[in-house]
């Protein structure tokens, strides 16, 4: 099992493909359409944060919430920059398909928040700074994404403050909480050189969170999208022109700004993907159905994507912007 773990994240990849094309398959015979997936949603986001912040040292927030570059420069690309790249590719890429550019002006406008902190974990980026950026981001989300909305696609979209408070609960606040019981506990039972042997499995069990994410966001969408498989490609378009203009700038301004890789991957975690649970749910509520399925769609190609940033382009990154773990390495044979 723990030999497993250690592969899953190693070989992610492979699995999420096994899942999406069993998900493609089964959500056609079976009806997961009309199945309300944000209970699933929330279970999934646990998951991935809970191990991953139990194998944060806690300490570090406080270092990190000084980090003010790479907050500030995350913040900026994931609010004003997405939201002007969404826009460009909106009114370009998806010109007249209104629905499907108002699910492009709606992901340019709301941050990754929760998942970047299960994202930076498993591409070895500094999760302390991932945290403290999360949590400010996720609480600018009432204030800015709906001003955001109300520019780029000409909709004014209401955001529940409450609703926005009780996901900071259930996807940040009780994770970190548990997962600080838990890692003090593990090492005040075990000790700190157990938990250092059993914290390279975490991010496995992080995995097992994107799988449940892709397999029912594929399964509930199956129908729509091997039934109109031109809509899917429009989608497709859209998103990888969005992915590769944001990618392309934020691995621009890590170089410029010097962040080590740990911190520029982060930056460059924190401009390319967007929250699937707070979208969607925003979606389903207040736009069409189109602009619902476009969402519904969008955490597979964005686990794609994110899993081509951390696999295939992560070691030039490291090369490329220069990494702390490579450094102290260096450090040492000096020595």
Same mark, same amino acid.
């Given at each position: 099992m723990l030999s497993f773990l250690l592969h899953i994240k190693k070989r992610l990849y492979i699995y999420v493909i096994a899942i999406f094309i069993i998900a493609l398959l089964l959500g056609y015979y079976v009806d997961f359409e009309h199945m309300n997936i944000m209970p699933v949603s929330i279970a999934a986001v646990f998951i991935m944060l809970y191990p991953m912040l139990t194998g944060m040292e806690i300490e570090k927030v406080r270092q990190a919430g000084k980090n003010y570059p790479l907050i500030v420069t995350t913040l900026t690309f994931a609010y004003f920059v997405a939201s002007l790249t969404a826009f460009l590719v909106s009114r370009?890429?998806?010109?007249?398909?209104?629905?499907?550019?108002?699910?492009?002006?709606?992901?340019?406008?709301?941050?990754?928040?929760?998942?970047?902190?299960?994202?930076?974990?498993?591409?070895?980026?500094?999760?302390?700074?991932?945290?403290?950026?999360?949590?400010?981001?996720? &609480?600018?989300?009432?204030? &800015?994404?709906?001003?955001?909305?109300?520019?780029?696609?000409?909709?004014?979209?209401?955001?529940?403050?409450?609703?926005?408070?009780?996901?900071?609960?259930?996807?940040i606040l009780i994770p970190l909480a548990l997962g600080m019981l838990t890692r003090n506990a593990i090492i005040k039972k075990k000790g700190m050189n157990y938990f250092k042997s059993i914290k390279k499995y975490l991010p496995g069990i992080s995995a097992l969170g994107i799988l449940l994410i892709v397999f029912f966001s594929v399964a509930k969408v199956s129908r729509l999208v091997l039934g109109t498989p031109t809509i899917f490609l429009l989608v497709l378009a859209g998103l990888f022109s969005y992915y590769l203009i944001q990618t392309s700038?934020?691995?621009?301004?890590?170089?410029?700004?010097?962040?080590?890789?740990?911190?520029?991957?982060?930056?460059? &975690?924190?401009?390319?993907?967007?929250?699937?649970?707070?979208?969607?749910?925003?979606?389903?509520?207040?736009?069409?159905?189109?602009?619902?399925?476009? &969402?519904?769609?969008?955490?597979?190609?964005?686990?794609?994507?994110?899993?081509?940033?951390?696999y295939a382009l992560g070691p030039y990154l490291k090369k490329y912007l220069g990494s702390e773990q490579n450094n102290e390495k260096d450090n040492k044979r000096k020595k």
């Open positions: 370009t890429v998806l010109a007249g398909y209104d629905e499907l550019a108002l699910a492009m002006v709606i992901m340019g406008a709301i941050p990754c928040s929760n998942m970047l902190i299960g994202w930076s974990g498993i591409a070895d980026a500094n999760v302390a700074d991932a945290l403290v950026i999360a949590v400010i981001g996720l &609480l600018l989300i009432p204030f &800015l994404s709906p001003l955001l909305i109300f520019i780029n696609g000409g909709v004014f979209a209401s955001i529940n403050v409450l609703q926005i408070l009780s996901i900071l609960l259930a996807y700038l934020s691995i621009l301004f890590a170089k410029l700004l010097h962040f080590t890789y740990e911190h520029g991957m982060i930056l460059i &975690l924190g401009a390319t993907a967007s929250s699937q649970a707070i979208s969607l749910s925003l979606a389903a509520t207040v736009f069409p159905s189109l602009t619902v399925f476009a &969402l519904s769609f969008k955490p597979v190609l964005q686990v794609f994507y994110i899993m081509f940033l951390i």
